[in-house]
Structures are given as structure tokens and as C-alpha cells.
């Protein structure tokens, strides 16, 4: 890709580093300032929730303004909110400053997520789409890993008023990319025509969209599967390691990197070899289904980090046969508030998997509740790719006038 479209990924990454530092530093400051998780959990919910709740309202701003402008708006306001909130801390004091400014910023980076959704069509309309989202993909995952080990390596230097602060200048160094990759590939954005009407009704179209377009509701329901896996995965993974298999933190951490890099691979060979989405879906699906019976049921810790890589190495490959499908599914003129929509859905499934680890780990253990999620990820599987056979058995003239129309 050329150099102005570089910039773009290095916007991307940028802004990603920078928030993965405050997702990082909140709950953890909140600890080691009042010593108790309790009120480390709350800070994490409410630094979290907002970045789900809001992604319908944020989706419909897409297709009503530029999501260019709204990118840009949303990397200048979180570098705000991070000095805003230092300077109010040291006036009046409190850790409420830090908890609202993560909780804007987790907002705000939901904004950027669903506009990147929507722009990247567009800018790359002359390139593979698969290959794109894994370049995405890749900034994003490059941001998740260094994120949390940069944020730990300047709080063993500086306070955490000043990790802040230069999450603030890696908000800044982003937007600088983005305006030079706008002023050097001169794009322009076209918005989609069509009426908008109150708040409302985008989001009753988003779910009109939801209910009645043909295979968008297979891809919700193959993604909400995904995240059972990948939510109990994340919950328990740290027991699974120190506890159930009686390893270092320090093993743990090697986990953590060892998955990140099968996931670097993963994505750089999505990018570079030319596989066919449905090829990415299966392998991706296929894997982490069996990655997480794997993990469930072996009883060493070579074959739990076996599982563990596949669950979280082929996550990112799926995300990209999710996101391109989609694409091809949802009109251009509703991409923006319909894609809000499908990412709320897609991901209520992952708090729901954390409940079952709460409720049912203690009595019957996590490798159980992980078991038990990847049959219902495969049951899903097995019942969404039945579907279409039992209704074209069902009505066999539908079927080839469909066929025929297409």
C-alpha cells in the first residue's frame, strides 16, 4: 500500500496504544490507591459499559457527517479529556477524574471504531477487502500488546498523571497521521444519501436491517458464538494458568505474549495470501471451537496452551470474515447505523459468558464452563449453516426463484 495509506494504519495504531494505556492504567490505579478490587471492578464497568451502549447512536453520526471529521474529532477530544482530567486531579483532587475521562474516552474511541468501519470501503475500494481488515487488524492487535507493557514500564518510572499525559500526545501523534494521510491521498468521503429523520429512527432501521436482510442474522448469531468462547477465554485464563495448572505469573505472561504473536502471524498471512471469505470463516470458527474444547478438556498445561492459541490466534482471522460479510450485506447508504447496531449485538454475549464463570466456575470448575461454551459456539455453527438447506427443502421453488433473481 502507498505511503499516505501507511499513515492511515499508523493512525489506527497510535490511537489504539494510547487507549489500550488507559484501559490499562484505570483499574489499576484505583487499586493500588484504595486497595480493594471491589472498586477496581466498578472503575473497569464503568469504563467499559459506555463503550458498548453508545455504539447505535454513534453508528447513525456516521452516516449523517463525515466519518473523516468524526475520526478526527474523536482522537482530539481524548487527548483533551487526558489533560482535562490531569489538571482538574491536581485542582480538586479525587480519583472520579481519571474513572470519567477513561469512561469519555472509551466513548469517544467507540466513535472511532464504527467510522473506521465505515470509511475503510471507501478508501480502499481498489484493494482486496480481506486484506485490508487484516492490516487493520494487525494495528489494532499490535496496539492491544504493547498498550498494557508500555503503560507498566512508565508507571515503574513517572506517576500516573504523567502515563496519562503521554497517552494524551499518542492521541495527538494520531490525529497528525490522519491529517497527513487525508491531505496526501486528497480523499473525500461521499455520504450516503438517504433521510434521516429523528434519532430514532436510525436505529429502528439498523434493527429492520438486522430482522429482515438475508444472512445478517446468521453473521450476529456466528459472532455472539465466537464471543462465548472468546469471553470465558478471557475470564478464566488467568486461573486456568496459576491455578487449575499450577504455573508462574510469569509463565502466564509468556502465554499472553506467545498468543499475541500467533495472532501477528495469523493476520500478516490473512493479508498476504489471497484465501476466499468463506475459507476465513471456516478455518477461523472451526479453530476456536476446537481450540476451546482442547483447552477445556486437557488435563496438562500443554494442551490448555494449545487451545489458548488457537482460540485467540484464529479470533482475529473470523473478525475479519465478520466484518467483510457484513459488508457485502449491509447497503452503504445504512453502513454506519446498522453497523453500530450488529457490534452491541455481537458482543452482549461476552459479559453473559463472564456471568457463567461466576456462577457455575466455583461448583463444577472453569474448565467445564469452558467446555460447555464451545459446544453451544459449535451448536450455533452446526444450526446456522443448517438453516438455509432445511428452508430450501421446506420451499424448494423459493429457493431457485431466489436463485434465479440473483
Not at 96 to 107: P, Q
Not at 165 to 175: G, P, S
Not at 221 to 230: C, G, H, P
Request: with cysteine; glycine share 8%.
Amino acid at each position: 500500500m502507498r505511503a499516505q495509506h501507511q499513515a492511515f494504519f499508523y493512525s489506527l495504531f497510535f490511537a489504539r496504544l494510547a487507549d489500550q494505556i488507559l484501559l490499562f492504567l484505570v483499574p489499576l490505579v484505583i487499586f493500588q490507591t484504595t486497595g480493594r478490587v471491589s472498586w477496581s471492578g466498578i472503575a473497569f464497568s464503568l469504563e467499559t459499559f459506555p463503550r458498548y451502549l453508545c455504539f447505535p447512536v454513534l453508528g447513525a453520526l456516521c452516516d449523517r457527517y463525515s466519518p473523516t471529521k468524526l475520526m478526527r474529532i474523536s482522537q482530539i477530544l481524548r487527548a483533551v479529556a487526558c489533560v482535562v482530567g490531569i489538571t482538574a486531579h491536581d485542582l480538586v483532587g479525587g480519583l472520579g477524574w481519571l474513572i470519567a475521562l477513561s469512561a469519555l474516552c472509551g466513548m469517544l474511541t467507540s466513535q472511532g471504531v464504527v467510522a473506521r468501519e465505515v470509511l475503510l470501503p471507501q478508501i480502499f475500494s481498489s484493494h482486496r477487502f480481506e486484506k485490508v481488515l487484516s492490516y487493520s487488524q494487525l494495528a489494532d492487535q499490535l496496539g492491544l500488546v504493547l498498550g498494557p507493557m508500555l503503560a507498566a514500564i512508565l508507571l515503574s518510572w513517572w506517576r500516573w498523571e504523567f502515563v496519562v499525559a503521554a497517552a494524551a500526545v499518542l492521541f495527538f501523534t494520531a490525529d497528525i497521521a490522519l491529517a497527513y494521510w487525508q491531505k496526501a491521498s486528497a480523499f473525500e468521503f461521499t455520504v450516503p444519501e438517504g433521510t434521516h429523520g429523528t434519532w430514532f429512527k436510525p436505529i429502528k432501521t439498523a434493527l429492520d436491517h438486522v430482522i429482515h436482510l438475508p444472512g445478517l442474522k446468521s453473521v450476529i448469531l456466528l459472532a455472539a458464538a465466537e464471543n462465548l468462547v472468546i469471553g470465558v477465554t478471557l475470564a478464566t485464563s488467568a486461573a486456568m494458568v496459576t491455578g487449575f495448572h499450577h504455573q508462574s505469573g510469569r509463565y502466564y505472561a509468556g502465554l499472553q505474549t506467545a498468543g499475541a504473536c500467533v495472532t501477528i502471524a495469523i493476520l500478516l498471512m490473512t493479508a498476504r495470501l489471497h484465501f476466499s471469505r468463506r475459507i476465513l470463516g471456516l478455518v477461523g470458527f472451526s479453530s476456536i471451537c476446537i481450540g476451546g474444547v482442547v483447552a477445556a478438556a486437557s488435563p496438562g498445561i500443554a494442551g490448555y496452551v494449545l487451545g489458548f492459541l488457537l482460540i485467540v490466534g484464529f479470533d482475529k482471522m473470523f473478525n475479519v470474515y465478520i466484518r467483510s460479510t457484513r459488508q457485502k450485506i449491509i447497503p452503504a447508504r445504512d453502513y454506519g447505523k446498522t453497523t453500530g447496531v450488529v457490534i452491541l449485538l455481537n458482543n452482549m454475549t461476552q459479559p453473559l459468558a463472564g456471568l457463567a464463570v461466576g456462577v457455575f466456575s466455583t461448583r463444577h470448575g472453569p474448565g467445564a464452563v469452558i467446555l460447555v461454551m464451545s459446544l453451544c459456539m459449535g451448536g450455533l455453527g452446526l444450526l446456522v449453516s443448517l438453516i438455509p438447506h432445511i428452508r430450501k427443502d421446506q420451499n424448494p421453488s423459493a429457493a431457485s426463484a431466489s436463485s434465479y433473481e440473483r
